[in-house]
């Protein structure tokens, strides 16, 4: 029963990703058919069965692309807008989050409300701008974070795919050795899902025992209990900025620019002060 319900979850999980990426594609059609250009969104899907219509205004790209894939776009038009990757700041131009503020923000938050012991929940090596495993920037940016405020302790750092199953199998495993930090920043709001689950089952409290801040705003982060604090991500600003973006391509803009669109910490319910509990 506990598997098949994990299958459910992650069923959904995933739904829900696709329904993201969706809405980010249809936020970009409503604006790209108020100009009356013919312009060309990638959803990850596979570049050779995509890229049919060979005329093209230009391509706005969403997601990470491989050296191979860029050059095959480029076959198509020379006018290219990368959402949420920036492979190459001299050639193209491109729209991403601005991660070092969100990281931030939600570690100033917790530090602010007492927290010193704070961990990391996530993948340590994700995809890059050219679709190469790297250091996740999320990681980054923790780590730098942490170093400045000279309470950096690796011990917290729990490193797991971005799933909400390998979010919960992982923190039962940290659970049981113990040691617990009072608070921890996840990667993204699909892991604390199953981070609260196993933090749920083992009668830890959230927020009273150990604060949460996750990376995302997913739809299920607000109804989660309890409801998820999170670093939001406005993909329709993102969206608007790309076709923007385009449009001054095709109106003769020579020079590549690099929007950062900045992200926004939501407060809910997973996370507490020091004093409060944890």
Do not use: W
Not at 37 to 62: C, P
Not at 64 to 73: A, G, Q, T, V
Not at 133 to 142: F, G, I, T
């Amino acid at each position: 029963e506990q598997i098949r319900r994990e299958i459910q979850f992650e069923e959904k999980a995933k739904q829900k990703a696709i329904e993201e990426a969706e809405k980010a594609r249809i936020a970009a059609e409503k604006e790209k058919e108020k100009k009356g250009k013919k312009i060309f969104e990638d959803i990850r899907r596979d570049m050779n069965e995509s890229l049919e219509e060979k005329d093209l205004d230009g391509i706005i790209a969403i997601g990470k692309f491989s050296d191979k894939e860029i050059n095959l776009m480029n076959e198509y038009s020379s006018n290219i807008v990368f959402l949420d990757s920036s492979p190459d700041d001299e050639k193209y131009d491109s729209v991403k989050i601005n991660f070092k503020m969100g990281v931030f923000s939600a570690l100033d938050y917790l530090y602010n409300l007492g927290h010193t012991r704070i961990g990391y929940i996530g993948d340590g090596n994700t995809l890059g701008d050219n679709k190469l495993r790297e250091k996740d920037v999320r990681l980054k940016y923790y780590n730098e974070y942490m170093k400045e405020k000279d309470i950096l302790n690796e011990d917290y750092i729990i490193n797991c795919d971005m799933t909400a199953s390998a979010g919960y199998t992982a923190m039962i495993e940290f659970i049981k050795k113990g040691n617990l930090p009072t608070a921890f920043f996840i990667a993204t709001d699909t892991i604390a899902t199953g981070v609260l689950k196993a933090l749920y089952e083992n009668k830890i409290s959230v927020p009273n025992d150990i604060s949460l801040i996750g990376f995302n705003d997913i739809f299920v982060s607000r109804y989660t209990l309890p409801a998820l604090s999170t670093v939001r991500v406005h993909i329709e600003n993102m969206s608007n900025a790309c076709v923007g973006l385009m449009l001054e391509r095709l109106n003769n803009r020579t020079y590549t620019k690099k929007v950062i669109i900045p992200s926004q910490l939501i407060i809910r319910e997973s996370t507490s002060s020091v004093s409060n509990g944890n």
